[in-house]
């Protein structure tokens, strides 16, 4: 089984989520169920029942993240040397040629993806179109609301 990429930040801010669900949000559910069961009958005690709801939650995301960080192959970004060439890790600026809007993506793993924070995934449409372009290349891209034009107008790998 090939394992999944993600970036070093990438697999950063998950152990930094594991670390605080395991150090913080863990104790605070069991404090929680031990108030809730010293109320009494557990059978009609909304309060347990709720902890015990956001226990299931918060032990379901840590066994999550610990196979997602224990399956991953990590990669440094700013090791790798692939010049002006897209890879995943790159950052690309994009000029949509259209209407002159600049945008900037990062292509990262599956599970680290957000677009709101511009980082789409290796597997989407888009960042297969890029993979294995270079700064200076044009290419069309058929998105949901059309077809657009893109001019590559920049590559780093920066962290």
């Known amino acids: 089984m090939k394992r999944p990429p ?13 670390d605080r669900l395991k150090s913080e949000e ?8 031990a108030e809730a069961r010293a109320h009494g009958d557990l059978k009609e005690n909304a309060e347990y ?8 939650f918060i032990e379901g995301r840590i066994q ?18 692939a010049g002006t060439r897209i890879v995943f890790g790159a950052t690309v600026d994009l000029s949509d040629e259209d209407s002159g809007e600049e945008i900037s993506y990062q292509i990262v793993g ?32 058929q998105a949901p609301n059309g077809t657009r034009n893109y001019e590559i107008t920049g590559v780093r790998y920066e962290d």
């Open 110 to 141: 599956d599970l680290e993806a957000d677009i709101k924070q511009r980082l789409i995934s290796v597997s989407s449409p888009f960042a297969r179109a890029l993979i294995g372009k270079s700064e200076g290349d044009s290419f069309e891209f």
């Open 49 to 56: 029942h709720a902890a015990r709801e956001m226990q299931g």
């Open 64 to 81: 999550e993240l610990e196979g997602t960080l224990s399956h991953a192959e990590v990669i440094d970004v700013t090791r790798l040397n």
């Open 6 to 18: 993600m970036t070093k930040k990438g697999a950063d801010r998950l152990r930094t989520e594991l």
């Open 26 to 33: 863990r104790p605070r559910i069991i404090a929680a169920i």
